[in-house]
């Protein structure tokens, strides 16, 4: 069974940093690409940025691209999002999720999320 | 920047049938776009319905079909239940520098 497990939210002030993790289990994680989604308060989902399964390639969400680093450590089945320059919009639940199967992208198996609070 | 379009509300009796649909700022919505349909109830995470177009995860009841109509990506729910109300959100694939988009969610009202 797929598990995934985010930590790292708390309570900010604009401008500071944060480090979200996902802890991850029951499916090849060095063999997938993975993904952050989040949900601000009340609305809807924004894709943030998502990882292949080597690291070599990143791609981010407009909203969050020079600010927002992802990265993996595929030895200890951890993803990872550091959030600089935080801003108040940046307020959501933040969610990773694995692909449906090995080589796609797609978020398809979801955490329960950590919410970070900017403010 | 790429928009993807969903119907903000739909209202179904149970029992009946309804399509919410997927539509993107860049034209016709094609199986290049390899179109999601998740599911989120209220205090919940997101749950995968529908992935590439048509293909239903394991836990995907059977009264849920993804398809390309009318160049938008579309959901129909046949024979609604009430457990099926909820936000109902469309993922489509864009590749380059920013390859997915959410479309901004269809809330679903079973009455």
């Known amino acids: 069974e797929v598990y995934l497990m985010e930590s790292g939210g708390g309570l900010v002030q604009p401008g500071e940093s944060l480090r979200l993790s996902c802890a991850a289990s029951g499916f090849s994680f060095s063999r997938s690409a993975l993904t952050w989604v989040r949900q601000a308060p009340g609305k809807g989902l924004e894709w943030v940025s998502v990882?292949?399964?080597?690291?070599?390639?990143?791609y981010y969400a407009d909203s969050v691209e020079g600010r927002f680093i992802i990265s993996r450590d595929n030895s200890k089945n951890r993803l990872f999002l550091q959030m600089n320059s935080l801003r108040v919009e940046d307020t959501a639940v933040y969610y990773c999720?694995?692909?449906?199967?090995?080589?796609?992208?797609?978020?398809?198996?979801w955490g329960q999320g950590t919410l970070v609070t900017v403010s | 920047q790429t928009v993807v379009t969903q119907e903000p509300s739909l209202t179904v009796s149970p029992g009946g049938t309804v399509t919410l649909t997927c539509a993107s700022s860049?034209?016709?919505?094609?199986?290049?776009?390899?179109p999601n349909w998740f599911q989120q109830k209220p205090g919940q995470s997101p749950r995968t319905l529908i992935y590439s177009t048509s293909t239903k995860e394991s836990w995907t009841p059977a009264r849920f079909s993804g398809s390309l109509l009318g160049g938008k990506a579309a959901l129909t729910l046949s024979g609604v239940q009430p457990e099926d109300e909820g936000d109902y959100y469309c993922?489509?694939?864009?590749?380059?520098?920013?390859?997915?988009?959410f479309g901004g969610g269809t809330k679903l009202t079973v009455l």
């Open positions: 990882i292949s399964d080597s690291g070599d390639e990143t």
């Open positions: 860049t034209g016709a919505v094609t199986s290049g776009h390899f």
């Open positions: 993922l489509l694939y864009y590749g380059g520098a920013h390859p997915w988009v």
């Open positions: 999720a694995s692909p449906a199967f090995v080589g796609a992208w797609n978020p398809n198996y």
